[in-house]
């Protein structure tokens, strides 16, 4: 089992800049890859990117050069920089493990003035 902890959503303006964090424990030796989903209101959840163990990164066409996804052992982080309203959402960590697939509780990020 693998648990996860998101931090650093909240409130900021257009053009702003937000930084993500998730603190994965448990069976943290199991990781393959770690990930950025979001879920806008009334919208299905979206990949925003996501990084592998050997550090291949994949990001979303709508934050490609605006956000950076990084790793440091069981911790993963979302740099969001350029900030619009359209990145509002509920932002989710995901983990892929050998024994499976979990989630954070979610962290909200609203983009407005």
């Known amino acids: 089992q693998v648990q996860l902890v998101e931090s650093g959503g909240g409130l900021v303006q257009p053009g702003g800049s937000l930084r993500l964090s998730c603190a994965a424990s448990?069976?943290?030796?199991?990781?393959?890859?770690m990930a950025w989903y979001r879920q806008a209101p009334g919208k299905e959840r979206e990949l925003v990117a996501s990084?592998?163990?050997?550090?291949g990164r994949n990001y979303a066409d709508s934050v490609k050069g605006r956000f950076t996804i990084s790793r440091d052992n069981a911790q993963v982080y979302l740099q969001m920089n350029s900030l619009k309203p359209e990145d509002t959402a509920f932002y989710y960590c995901?983990?892929?493990?050998?024994?499976?697939?979990?989630w954070g509780q979610g962290t909200q990020v609203i983009v407005s003035s």
């Open positions: 995901n983990v892929r493990a050998v024994t499976g697939t979990y």
């Open positions: 448990g069976s943290i030796f199991s990781i393959n890859s």
């Open positions: 990084i592998t163990s050997g550090g």
